[in-house]
């Protein structure tokens, strides 16, 4: 029962940081009420920093954080997405459950160490190595379900349709072996996650492009969702050799594709969508779908630059997603994104909208906590009555906080600060980090002592 008031000098509430703000958690948890300007009640713990919503990460691939550091040299050749990813893969046909769930530990802790407080796991690493059934087909989910309950993580898992190697092809190549799924075993596994009364846990589904699974296998998954509320993510257009591949497979560009021949509604969240005309913008917005960017990764994999103002100005929802986890932590993540716009339009501040909002930081901020709901299978994320009760007490004393006026924290947050910026991390009413570290510090340890252990075996 978690029943409790704190009370915060400072809070972002309603887009802005407001004074004097009582918080009430109610017995799941959840934001009971949120009062600005009502002085601290006696006996209700002072918050010992400005209180700010976490955020959602809605892509990732837990797996992939072993890869991380791993893949950052070119010994001949050109170095692109497909090379990286045919290395990648040599890590994927050798993880085990109990190696992911060390992998996924480590991770999760990272995540919240960077001011997420809920993971979208992008799932598609199902079988044995020698792409053969588990006895039970789920152990790869129950090791991240696991890991993200080891360290108070929100847990949202994706199972993923993964049926083709490319466009016209009649399967997948030998070294996908361990991806190999239809729609009626995603959406049992999606079932069966959602009905196992973990806490923290829910379930959506995931198609894994429009490369891998042809319309048949679409439309069955569509109707398998019915009008149901799941979240249904998919990549698309991170490449523009999928363009190319896309436009001759069908004619049309791949979210024109989408839009025209599967009819994408709110439920639907594009991952990347980095390569995008003005016309697709359009269709996505009249779709309701939202878009998932990952600065990061879209960064060190040389995807290319999405139309930040174009997603922006069409009103379309958008989120954050770590994905290959070479960076993990929201802030970095709006950094990258704006400056890669700032890069490559050769101006400053793209993403401000004078008149409205004149923080860079804030704008991006307050986007991606919107956007952060839906993707995770919610209704709600923030400060506001009704939503999970997770958010963060910022340190102003940290390095590129201190001396900041209240107004600016966030930008300096986004823009200027290094290393841990963070008192503490809420998640469900209940404190999981102090100063960086999980309250039960051996634990951490641990966690790290399994990932350094994985890692000796894995390189």
């Known amino acids: 029962m978690?029943?409790?008031t704190f009370w915060a000098e400072l809070a972002w509430v309603d887009g802005r940081w407001q004074r004097d703000v009582r918080l009430t958690v109610d017995a799941r948890g959840h934001w009971q009420e949120i009062a600005v300007g009502a002085p601290r009640p006696e006996g209700v713990e002072a918050l010992p920093g400005p209180v700010l919503p976490s955020l959602v990460d809605t892509h990732s691939h837990a797996?992939?954080?072993a890869f991380a550091g791993l893949a950052e040299r070119r010994k001949s050749g050109d170095d692109d997405f497909w090379s990286w990813r045919d290395r990648m893969y040599g890590l994927a046909l050798r993880v085990t459950p109990a190696q992911l769930q060390a992998i996924a530990s480590q991770l999760y802790l990272e995540l919240l160490q960077g001011g997420y407080t809920q993971v979208c796991e992008f799932h598609y690493l199902q079988h044995q190595p020698d792409g053969s059934a588990y006895p039970d087909e789920l152990a790869m989910s129950w090791a991240l379900?696991?890991?993200?309950h080891s360290v108070g993580?929100?847990?949202?898992?994706?199972?993923?349709?993964?049926?083709r190697a490319g466009f016209g092809q009649a399967g997948l190549r030998e070294d996908q072996r361990r991806f190999r799924t239809d729609a009626a075993w995603v959406w049992q596994a999606s079932q069966r996650i959602n009905t196992a009364g973990r806490p923290l846990l829910n379930a959506g589904v995931a198609l894994h492009s429009l490369r891998a699974a042809n319309a048949d296998d679409i439309a069955q998954l569509q109707a398998l969702l019915g009008d149901g509320d799941v979240p249904l993510h998919i990549h698309i257009a991170e490449q523009m050799q999928e363009v190319r591949d896309c436009l001759a497979h069908s004619g049309q560009r791949p979210m024109e594709y989408l839009c025209n021949t599967f009819k994408p509604d709110a439920r639907w969240h594009l991952v990347h969508a980095t390569h995008s005309t003005r016309k697709e913008i359009e269709q996505v917005a009249q779709a309701g779908a939202s878009v998932v960017i990952c600065p990061g990764t879209e960064g060190n994999l040389g995807d290319g630059l999405c139309d930040l103002p174009g997603w922006l100005s069409a009103g379309v929802p958008i989120s954050l997603g770590s994905d290959s986890h070479v960076t993990r932590a929201w802030g970095e993540e709006l950094r990258w994104l704006e400056y890669g716009q700032r890069l490559g339009l050769q101006q400053r501040n793209v993403a401000a909208l004078?008149?409205?909002q004149p923080s860079t930081a804030a704008r991006l901020f307050e986007a991606v906590r919107a956007g952060s709901a839906a993707p995770a299978g919610f209704?709600?994320?923030g400060l506001q009555a009704g939503a999970r009760a997770d958010f963060l007490v910022l340190d102003r004393r940290a390095s590129g906080l201190l001396g900041l006026p209240a107004d600016y924290l966030l930008d300096g947050l986004v823009f200027a600060a290094q290393g841990q910026v963070l008192r503490a991390v809420f998640v469900a009413g209940k404190q999981v980090l102090q100063?960086?570290?999980?309250l039960d510090a051996q634990r951490g340890t641990q966690l790290a002592q399994a990932f350094e252990a994985v890692m000796q075996d894995l390189c």
Do not use: C, E, S
């Open 2 to 4: 978690i029943n409790k």
């Open 63 to 65: 797996f992939q954080r």
């Open 145 to 148: 379900a696991d890991a993200a």
């Open 153 to 163: 993580l929100g847990l949202t898992l994706l199972p993923v349709l993964y049926a």
């Open 354 to 356: 004078p008149g409205h």
């Open 379 to 381: 209704k709600q994320w």
């Open 435 to 438: 100063d960086g570290r999980l």
